[in-house]
């Protein structure tokens, strides 16, 4: 089992890869975000992209304890591309570092897969703060596109050559 506790990971907190016994403490950290971050609606489709993972995807798990904080990224197929795909950290751990640590490895390992020029995401007004600090720029706001009061906030951020 692949594990990051190096510089940045967060004392008490372990990075791995995501394994199907996972898949219900991801739900409940979905579950505590909802309504600010997620709509309930949008537990369907988590579920989904859960069951059929489109490229990495990993786990933040408190040292002996559950799964706190999830996020992966998938290539766009034929293209330079890579997405990053449902982050997100239990509401009471938010301002932790968690987030930040998902961030930063999984764009390590984007670059380090090669072949990839920009990473893009999708995210609500309420985290486009937190992205900016990676580098990421807004390309287009969709007001309401997730629900009412929950804008979409197309973003990407372009690699540096290596």
């Known amino acids: 089992m692949e594990s990051v506790t190096g510089r940045g990971t967060p004392r008490g907190f372990r990075l791995r890869a995501w394994r199907p016994a996972d898949r219900a403490a991801c739900l409940d950290v979905f579950e505590s975000n909802v309504p ?5 609606h949008e537990r369907i489709e988590f579920a989904a992209f859960l069951d059929a993972l489109p490229g990495p995807f990993l786990v933040v798990e408190a ?3 559950p799964v706190v904080a999830c996020g992966g990224w998938a290539r766009r197929p034929d293209t330079a591309i890579a997405d990053l795909c449902w982050d997100m950290v239990a509401r009471p751990l938010h301002g932790e570092g968690l987030g930040r640590l998902l961030v930063e490895e999984r764009l390590r390992r984007i670059r380090l897969a090669g072949n990839v020029r920009e990473v893009a995401l999708n995210t609500s007004q309420h985290t486009v703060g937190f992205y900016e600090t990676f580098g990421f720029v807004v390309e287009r706001v969709e007001p309401d596109g997730y629900a009412p009061g929950l804008d979409r906030c197309d973003m990407r951020l372009v690699l540096a050559p290596a």
């Open 63 to 65: 040292t002996g304890g």
């Open 36 to 40: 600010r971050w997620f709509r309930r």
